[in-house]
């Protein structure tokens, strides 16, 4: 089963730019190791590519949590 992940914020410069979520994914359509990743960037932030950037980050934080 997926571990319990904490809530994360995305820092860029020391400012809190992104938060992050995570909740397992339906174990009836995914493997039991998937997770549903919510990503809520600050207003002034978006439309620059950050959640494109903030996955690519995290594939190796989510690998060492079990995560696939």
């Given at each position: 089963?997926?571990?319990?992940?904490?809530?994360?914020?995305?820092?860029v410069d020391s400012?809190?730019?992104?938060?992050?979520?995570?909740?397992?994914a339906d174990p009836v359509k995914?493997?039991?190791?998937n997770c549903e990743i919510s990503i809520v960037v600050a207003p002034e932030k978006r439309?620059?590519?950050?959640?494109?950037?903030?996955?690519?980050?995290?594939d190796p934080f989510l690998q060492r949590q079990g995560v696939t």
């Open positions: 089963s997926v571990p319990s992940l904490p809530p994360l914020f995305a820092i400012q809190r730019v992104a938060l992050l979520r995570f909740d397992p995914f493997k039991e190791s439309n620059q590519g950050l959640g494109a950037k903030i996955l690519l980050a995290l």
